[in-house]
């Protein structure tokens, strides 16, 4: 699973809830369910997860496929 389908996953799970997203996604990355294949910024698993999150909100591929 990439990083945006995972990303995708939690949005529609949680329904765009920030914090239960940013939760879910920074646990799933230390668990091995989904992989950054680089760390070059340093950043840790919260730090990423909101990152990702605000790029998918404003490239709006965080909502692709879901329905309202």
Do not use: C, P
Not at 22 to 41: H, I, K, L, P, T
């Amino acid at each position: 699973m990439t990083q945006r389908d995972f990303m995708r996953s939690l949005y529609r799970k949680y329904r765009g809830n920030e914090t239960l997203i940013m939760n879910a996604y920074a646990s799933g990355e230390r668990e091995g369910v989904v992989q950054r294949r680089s760390n070059r910024y340093g950043l840790t698993a919260e730090e990423y997860a909101k990152a990702l999150h605000r790029d998918g909100i404003q490239k709006g591929w965080i909502a692709e496929g879901v329905r309202n």
